[in-house]
């Protein structure tokens, strides 16, 4: 209930998208080089890293992390509608999710070694799409309190 306690915040949406922009914030750390030096990269990473640096996915989820910021504070009165930086953000940290998701996932398949990444690849799927489905909520009406 974040959304109590910091009055500029966009409800429930701005919330979670407060919680999204953590993550963010944590996938950012992990593709950067302290975070990946000397470290195996899971079959997944390793191929994609292979065709664009993995700081450049680290500049991606960024921007997705400066977008769910900035959704998660209201610009407007109203606190029902869905607008601007916060269907962005929606959208950046879904469609990232989804990407992570369905690499681990094809990282598992080709790995020639039995590894449990499937697990994480539904991990970020199911993320993924509660993301998704979060981003078609709308938050009550602050008149509708009682």
Known sequence: MPDRVIRRLNGPRGSFLLCMAVLCAAQVASCLPPGT??????????????????PVYAALWGAAGVLCLTGAFRTR???????GADVAAFS?????LACWGVTYLLG???????SRQW????????????TAAA????????????
């Open 37 to 54: 030096s000397g470290v195996v990269l899971p079959v997944g990473l390793d191929v994609l890293e292979e065709t664009v640096p993995l």
């Open 77 to 83: 009165h109203t606190r029902r509608t869905r607008i």
């Open 92 to 96: 950046a940290c879904a469609g990232m």
């Open 108 to 114: 598992w398949v080709f790995d020639d070694d039995p």
């Open 119 to 130: 697990v994480i690849a539904l991990l970020y799927l199911a993320m993924a799409g509660g």
């Open 135 to 146: 981003g078609r909520l709308i938050n009550p009406d602050p008149g509708d309190a009682r």
